[in-house]
């Protein structure tokens, strides 16, 4: 669905086929639901368009052959094809709502939404000059080649750079495969790659010895929690957009499982030592605070897990403070 206030659009994503739990679908319009409720863009109503990604992938299709001599039988990129053909629509989507001018609030049901989000800015302009913040308990950087799960919400953030990991791979992957996940990271264009210069990780403490090498592969810019409680949230969000001083356009991409367990229990895949609510709100306020920021995701709110109504209320904060509602 778009909702649009101004120069402000609403976009959500119903995908939810790129985590091993099922359950994120409902999460976006969970928080939209929530302020309809309380009168709010009642006005807007007749502009609300719904876009869920059809019918769920056949479950089936996820297996590779069983007399598969070269391949690993668990498929290394899960609903891979359903994928592309959703977040294809869904950067066109993000890609036409910033052509008219307006910043984007993205709200998400699992974190393979990235892909469309960033690629969606990527193709309105030069991905050099696009810097992407992922705040989020886990980098994202898998790939195909390295992926222990499958699950392409794992793989987001290495769908939009130009390095497989291919050197750190633990399995095979088929020419189909392959094919594929060339072809997910060509929606926002061939060559069209983000520079790893151009990232920044926030609060990153769950990760696979393969990220963390392509991490320091790169260089990348991440600042994890213990750097948060030493220095501070304000010091660290300085030091990343410092980073990023050279980008002239930001994606804020922030993951409820970014927050501690404490506040965030409705996300797929919690982890201890995350932000607390007061450092997650100067975070998002900070961030939507530069004029360069035209997209901000909120993702993985789960509100078949324990505790939604806690978790729907800390969203709701989180947006209190980004000044897009």
């Avoid at 409902?26 to 869920?52: D, M, R």
């Avoid at 989507?93 to 001018?101: E, P, R, S, T």
């Avoid at 072809?183 to 403490?205: E, S, Y």
Wanted: aromatic fraction near 4%; charged fraction near 20%.
């Amino acid at each position: 669905m778009v909702m649009k206030e101004q120069n402000i659009s609403i976009i959500t994503s119903e995908w939810e086929y790129g985590a091993g739990k099922l359950g994120s679908s409902a999460g976006p319009a969970k928080i939209v639901e929530s302020y309809l409720n309380q009168g709010n863009f009642n006005h807007l109503a007749e502009e609300i368009i719904t876009v869920s990604p059809g019918a769920a992938p056949h479950r089936s299709s996820d297996s590779l052959p069983a007399d598969s001599n070269t391949y690993t039988i668990r498929p290394n990129l899960k609903n891979g094809a359903e994928l592309l053909v959703h977040q294809t629509a869904f950067a066109k989507k993000v890609a036409h709502q910033l052509n008219l001018g307006h910043r984007c609030l993205l709200l998400t049901a699992d974190h393979s939404n990235g892909i469309g989000g960033v690629s969606g800015l990527c193709s309105t302009v030069d991905a050099n000059s696009v810097g992407v913040i992922w705040i989020d308990a886990h980098y994202d950087l898998h790939s195909p080649y390295t992926t222990p799960s499958g699950n392409s919400h794992g793989m987001a953030v290495n769908a939009l750079i130009d390095d497989n990991n291919t050197e750190h791979a633990v399995q095979a992957v088929s020419p189909e495969e392959a094919q594929l996940w060339e072809a997910i990271k060509g929606i926002k264009g061939i060559g069209n790659a983000i520079p790893a210069t151009n990232l920044v990780f926030l609060g990153v403490r769950d990760f696979e010895e393969a990220e963390d090498a392509l991490v320091s592969k790169h260089r990348i810019c991440s600042i994890h929690p213990t750097e948060i409680k030493e220095k501070g949230i304000e010091a660290c969000l300085e030091k990343a957009l410092q980073h990023l001083s050279h980008c002239k356009y930001l994606y804020v991409s922030f993951d409820v499982d970014s927050m501690d367990p404490t506040i965030s229990t409705a996300t797929g895949t919690p982890v201890d030592g995350g932000l607390t609510l007061d450092e997650a709100k100067t975070t998002i306020r900070t961030l939507m605070g530069d004029n360069r920021t035209r997209c901000l995701e909120i993702t993985e709110y789960n509100p078949s897990l324990p505790q939604p109504e806690e978790m729907l209320e800390a969203v709701r904060e989180i947006l209190g403070d980004s000044g897009l509602i």
